[in-house]
């Protein structure tokens, strides 16, 4: 009777806090930890328990990528995370060009539409949004760049070359030859250098001799939830935190085998008094190819699932910001939208 009870205290526990993978399907999906559908647990939301079991962990952090562990949350809140860093943070993007000259290949359509998408390495948050209606910008609101190269051929290339790269000179047109116009006293407020595209080595378009562009353009403050040029982010994703069981000893060849059935670093061969044996080293590289399935033997001795509220976050920022500036602004915005409703509440309430 003491054993049914403690197996079904570990079938509810595992219900609560694992998402299992099967070899034809995944179980326990959906959160079931709401009040009353338990008996015998509390599972009324209480903010104190809420902060003792919450966290983030910073696990890897470079200029341009973060990885970081969200510990305590509901699928709900992960994916408003993440929409937000999608969708929600604002950055300066080109917005509107004024072609003065394209003799290029390139139509001007399509070369503005390229123009729009280069990342912007200005902080959107000193710049305020455009009004609707404005045709024209201030300093700030706009930012203005100019681009005008012209192909000519270089007359010191050899006759019989046919490179492109030693016959003609500014045939290709890169980021690196747009050139920032300052409007009003944005001189004096951004130093040399700080305004300008992320990366100067984008290729924007070809050239022949006699072939120009010359073009102006505006930079506007958007989201990306108006277009995807304003994206902050090349990649915002998350995946639950791997959990592999062995649920009994493997030994052996099988041992070998099943490592090979996990990503690398994942499954770890030990030497023990002569006999090879498997433990898990690292669950948290998995991919979860699941290919231990395959195997006949090995399938019936482990169990994977993930851990329900362990979110694994990785963030790509496209330059425009670092990535721990962009996860700030984003709880920024989550913050704020909690706040409006909170407010709408209390109005519906007072009527």
Known sequence: MVELKMAAAQAVEEMRSRVVLGEFGVRNVHTTDFPGNYSGY????????????????????????????????????????????????????VEKVLVYNNTSIVQDEILAHRLGLIPIHADPRLFEYRNLGDEEGTEIDTLQFRLQVRCTRNPSAAKDSSDPNELYVNHKVYTRHMTWVPLGNQADLFPEGTIRPVHDDILIAQLRPGQEIDLLMQCVKGIGKDHAKFSPVATASYRLLPDIT????????????????????????QEIQGKKVARVANPRLDTFSREVFRNDMLKKVVRLARVRDHYIFSVESTGVLPPDVLVSE??????????????????????
């Open 42 to 93: 509390d599972d009324a939301w209480d903010q104190d328990r809420f902060e003792k079991n919450f966290r983030v962990d910073v696990v890897h952090m470079d200029e341009n990528s973060l990885e970081f562990d969200m510990v305590g949350i509901d699928a709900a809140i992960a994916n408003a995370f993440r929409r937000i860093l999608l969708a929600e943070v604002p950055t300066m993007a």
């Open 246 to 269: 062995l649920l009994e000893p493997v030994e052996g060849d099988a041992a070998e085998e099943l490592s090979r059935c996990f990503s690398p670093g994942v499954i770890e061969v």
């Open 330 to 351: 984003a709880i920024k915005v989550l913050m704020g939208k909690c706040r409006r409703f909170l407010d709408e509440l209390d109005a519906v309430q007072m009527d």
